[in-house]
């Protein structure tokens, strides 16, 4: 996950069978990322 900038806030490795959209939520908690108010864009993969 990065930033607007292009920074990278938190890397997240799974398995090849796991699909993507299960980690998001493990994502945005490990990014800190709790705050009403901010956008977060994803691929349609991450939609749940």
């Given at each position: 996950?990065i930033n607007?900038?292009?920074?990278?806030?938190?890397?997240?490795?799974?398995?090849?069978?796991c699909?993507?959209?299960k980690?998001l939520?493990d994502?945005?908690?490990?990014?800190?990322?709790q705050?009403?108010?901010?956008?977060?864009?994803?691929?349609?993969?991450?939609i749940?």
């Amino acid at each position: 996950m990065i930033n607007s900038d292009g920074m990278v806030l938190v890397v997240e490795t799974t398995v090849a069978n796991c699909h993507d959209s299960k980690s998001l939520l493990d994502l945005l908690d490990k990014a800190k990322i709790q705050s009403a108010g901010i956008y977060v864009y994803a691929v349609k993969s991450y939609i749940l």
